[in-house]
């Protein structure tokens, strides 16, 4: 439904105290990055809060009145805590896609994903957590009518320009997501590959991202968000300790076990991850890596810090 990108090398880089200390394969090439886009969509939620778009996380969608997806019994209670969370059991259809294509499914390594797409029992907003990108693509839907533009143009304005990224990269949705907005055709993103579309950036790109997130918010002397306002983002699900807004969380190790606790990922399929450790000051970014590869990757990295215990350096 949206284009697709042939995929690159193995590439990536290690950001440690704001130096590039190790890098491999060509890390300027733009390439696709699944559902690490979902980060992405994650910190424009943050953006809407910042700028006064989101009063409170916790307010029902349907109180801002963006579109007649949340007006039955099922949808009406859904908050945007619940989209950007994973939470909500949004019911219905969106860009020809039900929710029900993604009812059943496992993350993970050799996970058994053979239930995927049989539909179940829904329960109330907040009462289940289920990984569901046509949900993922109505948080985007809803963020776009919220700015009254489209992410890209408001990922470039607020952040990326800001931290000085290059113009390279692209986001795109489907070929039926485009919605008029005052008067405007503008594509309403996806939030990964998922029927195609999603984000192609490059690993450059991406460290300056995971900088920013691993200061705090800051750039320099700039303030790009308040500690006030990345807060919610990283607190965990309710129902998914590992999870916050789209991004995923490490407590008790349970997403990368080499990785420390304090870790934070953007994570998307074919091993693609922005890992940022604000405690160590630390960004990773890794493309094409095997998945199952992560675990000892990570471990080899923390082992290379200056002070640990293994210290054999970059």
Request: one cysteine or more.
């Amino acid at each position: 439904m949206g284009p697709l990108k042939p995929r690159g090398g193995p590439a990536g880089l290690v950001i440690y105290e704001g130096h590039i200390v190790a890098e491999w394969g060509n890390i300027e090439r733009v390439d696709a990055t699944f559902s690490a886009t979902k980060s992405y969509i994650g910190l424009c939620a943050v953006l809407a809060f910042r700028e006064g778009l989101i009063n409170d996380f916790d307010d029902p969608v349907r109180d801002y009145k963006l579109c007649n997806s949340f007006e039955s019994p099922q949808n009406k209670s859904i908050t945007w805590r619940h989209l950007l969370q994973q939470t909500s059991e949004w019911e219905g259809v969106l860009w020809g896609k039900p929710d029900t294509v993604d009812h059943n499914r496992r993350i993970g390594i050799d996970i058994d994903d053979s239930q995927r797409g049989e539909k179940r029992r829904l329960r109330n907003p907040g009462c289940f957590w289920e990984y569901n990108d046509v949900r993922v693509n109505l948080a985007s839907y809803c963020l776009t009518l919220l700015f009254e533009q489209a992410l890209p143009d408001v990922l470039h304005k607020y952040i990326m320009d800001p931290i000085g990224a290059t113009n390279s990269w692209e986001w795109y949705g489907y070929r039926n997501s485009f919605i008029e907005v005052n008067g405007r055709s503008i594509p309403s993103v996806s939030g990964g590959a998922h029927w195609g579309g999603g984000l192609w950036i490059s690993s450059l790109d991406h460290a300056r991202m995971g900088l920013l997130m691993a200061r705090g918010g800051l750039w320099g002397e700039s303030e790009i968000f308040s500690a006030t306002c990345l807060e919610p983002a990283f607190q965990p699900c309710r129902l998914n300790n590992n999870y916050g807004f789209f991004w995923w969380l490490n407590n008790d190790h349970g997403i990368v076990a080499g990785a420390p606790e304090t870790s934070v990922f953007a994570y998307g399929a074919g091993g693609n991850y922005v890992w940022v450790d604000s405690t160590i000051d630390l960004v990773v970014v890794v493309r094409w890596l095997n998945e199952a590869a992560m675990d000892n990757f990570s471990s080899h990295i923390v082992s290379s810090l200056p002070g640990a215990d293994n210290n054999p350096q970059f």
